[in-house]
T-cell receptor, first 115, second 116 residues
Framework: EDKVVQSPLSLVVHEGDTVTLNCSYEVTNFRSLLWYKQEKKAPTFLFMLTSSGIEKKSGRLSSILDKKELFSILNITATQTGDSAVYLCAVEAGLSGGSNYKLTFGKGTLLTVNP | DTEVTQTPKHLVMGMTNKKSLKCEQHMGHRAMYWYKQKAKKPPELMFVYSYEKLSINESVPSRFSPECPNSSLLNLHLHALQPEDSALYLC???????????????FGAGTRLSVL
């Protein structure tokens, strides 16, 4: 069974701090790893990573994948209260015996940024 | 534009009711998904449609019946639900097979369902 494990499960920081969120995985037929931010409702897409060692960056957020060690990190620098959300890591992997793929989500990291 | 629209936003139904959830996207995506999300849990996959054909059913009870009338629309028909089916139901879409490894799923805002 595919597994995605995120840590920590929750984190409280002050505005301006830098945070690192972790995601490790054990899947067969890995295709990609995605990070989403979920506030009240829809998970919103942040990054997709398919290759090891290539950092994806968007403003204060960045992410990198290590396919040898089977993990990814999401960094947020100079955190703001608007960064408060659940950050979900998901891995797309192929199902055995066919050409179908599915996303398996981790439990998420609840980030709270206090003013 | 990466918008996936879901209606209704909220739904309250009794255990004997029949209702439907709707999902629409106009991004030309050929894969559409239904997920169920309980409070403080990650989304769990229910169904996948690829090119309007059901490709994955994650052993979902038959009281949930998906339908994909065309490439832009996805419905979830609900009948004889149980209180434990109360959850946020999320729809997502992606390019599908043609995207290869770059198959990003975009999510709608969800329908919050309460079964009384």
């Amino acid at each position: 069974e595919d597994k995605v494990v995120q840590s920590p499960l929750s984190l409280v920081v002050h505005e301006g701090d830098t945070v690192t969120l972790n995601c490790s995985y054990e899947v067969t037929n890995f295709r990609s790893l995605l990070w989403y931010k979920q506030e009240k409702k829809a998970p919103t897409f942040l990054f997709m990573l398919t290759s090891s060692g290539i950092e994806k960056k968007s403003g204060r957020l960045s992410s990198i994948l290590d396919k040898k060690e089977l993990f990814s990190i999401l960094n947020i620098t100079a955190t703001q209260t608007g960064d408060s959300a659940v950050y979900l890591c998901a891995v797309e992997a192929g199902l055995s015996g066919g050409s179908n793929y599915k996303l398996t989500f981790g439990k998420g990291t609840l980030l709270t940024v206090n003013p | 534009d990466t918008e996936v629209t879901q209606t209704p936003k909220h739904l309250v139904m009794g255990m004997t009711n029949k209702k439907s959830l709707k999902c629409e996207q106009h991004m030309g995506h050929r894969a559409m998904y239904w997920y169920k999300q309980k409070a403080k849990k990650p989304p769990e996959l229910m169904f996948v449609y690829s090119y309007e054909k059901l490709s994955i059913n994650e052993s979902v009870p038959s009281r949930f019946s998906p339908e994909c009338p065309n490439s832009s629309l996805l419905n979830l028909h609900l009948h004889a639900l149980q209180p434990e089916d109360s959850a946020l139901y999320l729809c997502a879409s992606s390019q599908g097979r043609s995207a290869g490894a770059k198959n990003i799923q975009y999510f709608g805002a969800g329908t919050r369902l309460s079964v009384l």
